[in-house]
């Protein structure tokens, strides 16, 4: 297709992928964005202070669920793509608050494509023909693999989990559904676990290096064994601007970091790094802080990524190994103190003391 260098609309933009996404995108291709967030308590508008006084940055707080809204942005701003990244996203969450997931992951990805169906027809032909929705999904929509099972791969069936993937699921469908039904210009990625910086510190890789820094207890769920594959998140990005330039449309395409890592692994590692850029004496080898707490309801024992398509189709593949991923990512938040304090709100402190501090210890 002809690369996208207008305006796009960007949901969840000032969340953990989206705000990542934002920066790359006007650095790398130069094109204004409209990003619409509703600045939830995971999105922070201070992930995107490099962009202030930017003209090429609009944001606008607001909800995908609000038709009304989403219809004006359109028609006022003509973009050639919508990126949705908004979306509940932490499974701890919804387990204990699924209604939140069935509102924004399925009900706001309704809205999103119903006015984007609408929008679409307005456009002349070239800009229909350029035109793009990527809706950006997860691999726990797959299920949960033996040990033994083959990757993940595109053509994969559905066996969600947990109320989060359930309701990624149902988006997933119906992004699937437009494109079928209505024949809109739908793209679709399904990724796996990212990290990286400005991601909310109460998902693995950000609590861990923080409780380790600060020597407080790191909870590891179960055994520690469950294994998933690690995508770091500026790679992420990179795949999903390959897809949005060249992905066929009505397509579905993986993405993972090759990078199978079992949960407990990951942990020491952290602890390790942190040990070795900030020694403290007073609290010891971080490794000790380990803590193994009752898993989690229904808790996927195994997630991985087939990359094949993505990677014979349209060239892309991850520039970044998990271990020089997970140093960047450990050197980044221990250099933002003001950032980390300024997210670790009361709310922050009452989910992890209601999810993590009173659990059981094993």
Not at 101 to 116: I, K, M, P, S
Not at 283 to 297: M, W
Not at 301 to 315: P, V, W
Not at 342 to 353: E, Q
């Amino acid at each position: 297709m002809t690369s996208i260098r207008k305006t796009i609309l960007v949901t969840g933009g000032a969340g953990f992928i989206g705000s990542n996404f934002v920066l790359q995108w006007i650095n790398n291709v130069g094109g204004a964005v409209v990003n619409l967030d509703l600045l939830t308590y995971a999105g922070n508008a201070e992930n995107l202070e490099a962009l202030e006084g930017d003209s090429r940055h609009l944001f606008v707080k607001g909800d995908i669920c609000d038709a009304e809204l989403v219809a004006t942005l359109l028609h006022t701003h003509r973009p050639s793509a919508i990126v949705h990244f908004a979306a509940e996203s932490h499974v701890d969450r919804s387990i204990v608050e699924p209604g939140a997931f069935v509102r924004t992951n399925v009900q706001g990805t309704f809205t999103l494509l119903e006015q984007a169906k609408r929008y679409w027809p307005t456009l002349d032909a070239h800009e229909q023909q350029v035109f793009r929705f990527l809706h950006v999904s997860t691999d726990e929509v797959y299920g949960s693999l033996g040990p033994n099972d083959a990757a993940f791969s595109e053509v994969t069936a559905y066996a969600p989990n947990s109320p989060y993937a359930a309701s990624k699921a149902a988006s997933d469908h119906f992004a699937r559904a437009y494109y079928h039904t209505y024949a809109l210009p739908v793209l679709m990625t399904n990724c796996s676990n990212n990290y990286g910086p400005f991601q909310f510190p109460e998902k693995l890789i950000p609590l861990m290096i923080l409780n380790a820094l600060e020597g407080k207890p790191l909870p590891v769920y179960g055994d520690g064994k469950n294994v998933r594959d690690w995508l770091f998140v500026e790679d992420h990005c990179a795949a999903i601007r390959t897809v949005l330039e060249r992905g066929v449309v009505g397509e579905c395409y993986n993405i993972g970091g090759n990078s199978e890592q079992m949960n407990l692994d990951v942990v020491n590692t952290i602890c390790d790094l942190v040990d070795e850029m900030r020694p403290n004496r007073t609290i010891g080898e971080r490794r000790k802080l380990i803590t193994f707490v009752v898993d989690r309801p229904g808790h996927d024992r195994r997630y991985a990524i087939d990359t094949t398509r993505i990677n014979r189709e349209l060239g892309w593949k991850p520039t970044l190994t998990f271990k020089d991923g997970l140093r960047k990512t450990v050197a980044w938040y221990l250099e933002q103190e003001a950032w980390i304090r300024n997210v670790r709100t009361g709310a922050y402190k009452d989910w992890i003391r209601k999810n993590y501090q009173e659990r059981s210890t094993l």
